[in-house]
């Protein structure tokens, strides 16, 4: 069955550090996998998505993540983090089958620090 | 314009009280649904709708109920509400295709926080 797994609940970063997003997927034979941010008080937009294709995709805010078969994994990068890049990060996969429903992590908290 | 718009934004309401949330899309998709988020359990779906006579139970539907009226148009309700069920609700859609380059991602609103005291 598919999932997904966010080990860092809160991540704390520099402005102008990098940043690497990390999520675990179990996913089936097409993977479906998607980033959303949330910024405070906002809802959720779209970050990156993979599906198929290249597997080097260029998301929103500077963003951008490789997916990586060998080791499931589809984690966004950014080279230099601005301010306002502190928000709540999920990441979900798409269902098998006919349904086409996400399963949400639980969230990875960003703060950047001055 | 939002594509999907929830109302109200903000609600506080109390114990035993009937609730209903609203959603209307203008992006044309068939399917809708309603999620739930709350800090640290990130988003659970409650129900979810594929077309106007397609009505189907997510992973936490119990004390929810929930009316497709028409294509754009998704309610929630909470018949008789709870503190439990204090949270942030949004309303999503997605394209009911998964062709070559859609990938079923979700459009959400802009969420309604509910407070149930």
Redesign the interface.
Known sequence: AQSVTQPDIHITVSEGASLELRCNYSYGATPYLFWYVQSPGQGLQLLLKYFSGDTLVQGIKGFEAEFKRSQSSFNPRKPSVHWSDAAEYFCAVGASGSQGNLIFGKGTKLSVKP | DADVTQTPRNRITKTGKRIMLECSQTKGHD?M?W?RQDP??????IY?SFDVKDI?K?EISDGYSVSRQAQAKFSLSLESAIPNQTALY?CAT?D?E?R??N????F????SRLTVL
Do not use: C, D, K
């Open positions: 399917r649904y999620y640290g359990l990130g988003l659970r779906l979810y189907n997510g949004f997605s009911p998964r070559q380059g990938t079923g991602e979700l959400f609103g802009e969420g």
